[in-house]
């Protein structure tokens, strides 16, 4: 299955994990994490991908700021990449589980 067609159940995060994901993503303490897990999944644009988690943007919010040369199809995938490799590193952290005290 490639990368565009894989949806947050197809990397194994609940709809649960994922809301706890994008509430962790708008922390900033978590930023540089966050950062980090944008290069893995695309290091030619991971700061438009780590700006569009943890500020909420959309990509067409970021396009009319600073072209991004990806489709949208492309972006969000690689945006769900991100978050599926930032919990691991959060699952890293805290013993391997997403943290539920932030609901």
Same mark, same amino acid.
Request: proline fraction near 2%; include cysteine.
């Given at each position: 299955m490639g $990368?565009? #067609?894989k949806n947050y159940k197809d990397y194994?995060?609940?709809?649960r994990e994922? %809301?706890?994901l994008f509430q962790m993503c708008r922390?900033?303490?978590?930023?540089p994490l966050l950062q980090e897990a944008a290069n893995k999944s695309n290091s030619?644009?991971?700061k438009? $991908?780590? #700006?569009?988690?943890?500020?909420g943007w959309?990509?067409?919010?970021?396009?009319? %700021?600073?072209?991004?040369?990806?489709?949208?199809?492309?972006?969000y995938a690689y945006r769900r990449k991100a978050l599926w490799l930032f919990s691991k590193e959060i699952k890293e952290i805290h013993n391997g589980v997403i943290p539920e005290f932030l609901i």
């Open positions: $990368i565009r #067609d194994g995060l609940s709809d994922v %809301k706890i922390d900033i303490k978590w930023r030619g644009i991971a438009q $991908i780590a #700006d569009s988690l943890h500020f959309s990509y067409r919010t970021l396009d009319c %700021k600073n072209y991004i040369p990806v489709s949208v199809v492309d972006f």
